[in-house]
């Protein structure tokens, strides 16, 4: 299940990976015994998504809903089960299988926590 900006894009996804990233402020180093002082200020989400082949008029709604500078996208989390975060979009790529179709194949892209 993954929603974006309230559109289901679950039949075009292949399973996708969550990463849970711990960010650290810049006070988090080691001590001259090599113990880490950790000052964790947050744990943010990244989900990577691969879909599998594309008609014309369905990448153009996937690349739209991820198109704003931020967007809403509601997902299953590994911790917390269903969520809803503000994320925004890392590169996207994809390749025009055929131009005689205009069928899409292999549109990878990640999902990054505001």
Do not use: H
């Not at 711990?22 to 691969?50: F, H, T, Y």
């Not at 014309?56 to 509601?74: E, H």
């Not at 994320?87 to 994809?94: E, F, L, P, S, V």
């Amino acid at each position: 299940m993954l929603n974006i900006n309230g559109i289901d894009i679950t039949k075009y996804i292949k399973p996708y990976k969550v990463s849970l990233q711990d960010l650290d402020s810049d006070s988090s180093v080691r001590n001259v015994k090599g113990e880490m002082m950790r000052d964790r200020i947050a744990v943010k989400r990244k989900i990577e998504l691969e879909f599998g082949p594309l008609q014309s008029n369905d990448i153009k709604v996937i690349l739209g809903a991820t198109a704003g500078v931020f967007f809403s996208v509601t997902f299953i989390d590994p911790l917390e089960g269903q969520i809803t975060k503000q994320m925004y979009c890392g590169d996207r790529t994809a390749a025009l299988y055929s131009s005689n179709t205009e069928l899409w194949t292999g549109l990878k892209f990640n999902l990054i926590e505001r």
